[in-house]
């Protein structure tokens, strides 16, 4: 007997004495694409929703998990130095975490003085006027010292200012600094909804309501309640950096709040920052300044949650899903970028 093989989605009849089977194609075979692209979706969602639930279960909450580990000095000293590294975006949930850190250097008798890491292209205007306070609250205890990294602008210039009047801060030979300003991230999408035929039209309360949608070219009347909010976290910038510059004037902040960034021989000619040297050297005056011969230098971390280990994170990272259902929320960002959809964090 001859054997045939049969074509995937062909329909064949098998006979066997008195049996007849009919074969029919596999209802897979015959899948429309749009079938297809709705089961792909719905796979998508499926794995979303796991990672959200394990992330929800096993995440660790930041309040109390503080870490300490032993980075130069006399590990078995007193008095302690402690590093906390401010790295990547200024947003949640790293805030809440750097905050605890600061908190517990305060609150840490052993602690003699503290050396602000910071390696931050900046972030949202509240994460860093919330670290700023904290930090202010710090500095009235203890001496606070800053070593600026490959970048500390905007934001990241900001949470610097914590330091206050009587902290040294030291820039590397290649750190970026600077970038004073605010920013409100918005894409203009008129032109293309005006040529695929889609409209904006929200259901709002108020003229004002719907502002900054991106399908529509934005009002006067909203260029001017936007230009008052950007002012207002635009000068208080300005405030903070002459409040804890003492060789700045307001005037001279103006001058130099451009939004550009610095290099670290800029910054050293025009008083952002004081002396060149790395973090190493920081540690070092910050001893010298406290009188320590004996000291133990910490460096502060917060643990990473399950999650963030198995996507192969070494700190956790912002959940996307969360991103992109908040990317249209208007934000005001003390930034060194254009786009903030695309936070730094290692």
Not at 34 to 39: A, D, G, P, Q, V
Not at 166 to 185: H, K, L, M, Q, Y
Not at 339 to 344: A, E, G, K, S, T
């Amino acid at each position: 007997m001859s054997e045939r093989k049969i074509a995937p989605g062909e329909s064949t009849t098998v006979s066997s004495g008195n049996v007849v089977i009919k074969v029919e194609p596999s209802a897979g075979h015959r899948r429309s694409p749009r079938t297809l692209l709705l089961l792909g979706l719905l796979a998508a969602s499926i794995m979303m929703n796991i990672l959200l639930l394990t992330g929800s279960l096993f995440s660790v909450p930041s309040s109390g998990s503080v870490r300490q580990q032993h980075r130069a000095g006399n590990a078995a000293a007193a008095d302690k130095l402690a590093v906390i590294r401010f790295t990547g975006t200024i947003m949640p949930p790293f805030t809440e975490r750097w905050i605890d850190q600061i908190r517990d250097a305060a609150i840490d008798a052993s602690v003699k003085g503290v050396l602000l890491e910071i390696d931050s292209p900046g972030g949202l205007v509240a994460d860093s006027h919330q670290i700023y306070h904290e930090l202010q609250k710090l500095w009235e205890n203890k001496p606070v010292y800053v070593a600026m990294k490959r970048m500390a602008a905007s934001g990241g210039y900001y949470i610097a200012m914590g330091a206050g009047p009587d902290a040294r801060i030291f820039v590397e030979p290649t750190t970026w600094t600077g970038s004073i300003g605010v920013i409100i991230p918005r894409y203009n999408a008129a032109g293309l909804a005006s040529k695929i035929g889609v409209t904006s039209e929200p259901l709002a309360t108020g003229p004002l309501k719907g502002s900054l949608d991106p399908f529509r070219e934005l009002r006067e009347d909203e260029k001017e309640v936007w230009k008052e909010i950007i002012d207002d976290s635009f000068a208080r910038f300005i405030s903070v950096i002459a409040e804890n510059r003492s060789s700045l004037s307001e005037d001279d902040v103006r001058h130099l709040a451009t939004g550009q960034v610095y290099t670290a021989a800029q910054a050293l000619a025009s008083g952002l920052v004081d002396e060149p040297g790395f973090a190493e050297d920081a540690i070092e005056a910050l001893a010298t300044s406290l009188n320590l011969t004996d000291y133990n230098v910490v460096e502060y971390s917060s643990p990473a949650g399950l999650i963030d280990m198995l996507l192969g994170a070494t700190e956790p990272q912002p959940d996307f899903m969360k991103q992109l259902l908040e990317a249209s929320v208007p934000r005001a960002l003390y930034y060194c970028s254009w786009n903030p959809l695309v936070p730094v964090h290692p």
